[in-house]
Nanobody
Framework: QVQLVESGGGFVQAGDSLRISCAVS????????MGWFRQAPGKEREFVAA????????NYETSVKGRFTISRDNAKNTVYLQMNSLKPEDTAIYYC?????????????????WGQGTQVTVSS
């Protein structure tokens, strides 16, 4: 049974930092590129960041470049998203997703498995 379980979300002030995690089980983690997506109320789910199977390729959505850092630990089957200088517009549910044999795509439909999401709320 494949499981992607996000954790670490919360309520923070603008300018604060937060690290969210996604623990993966039930699949060969190192064979999957991993992505983070987010969905704000009333909006479409959008790409945030992605990392290839061994971390050689990393992509970011333009608005988070320089503020967010994606990383992975293949020994722990976990992917992380370090979020610094948070803004109210970063408020959303954050989802991790797994893409078999991927290269870190920003294309939502490439991803095979999804977590349930973790809420991040940034207050001004």
């Amino acid at each position: 049974q494949v499981q992607l379980v996000e954790s670490g979300g919360g309520f923070v002030q603008a300018g604060d930092s937060l690290r969210i995690s996604c623990a993966v089980s039930g699949l060969p983690f190192s064979n999957y590129a991993m992505g983070w997506f987010r969905q704000a109320p009333g909006k479409e789910r959008e790409f945030v960041a992605a990392i290839s199977r061994i971390g050689g390729v990393i992509n970011y959505e333009t608005s988070v470049k320089g503020r967010f850092t994606i990383s992975r630990d293949n020994a722990k089957n976990t992917v992380y998203l370090q979020m610094n200088s948070l803004k109210p517009e970063d408020t959303a549910i954050y989802y991790c997703a797994a893409d078999y044999d991927g290269l870190g795509s920003d294309f939502l439909d490439r991803y095979d498995y999804w977590g349930q999401g973790t809420q991040v709320t940034v207050s001004s």
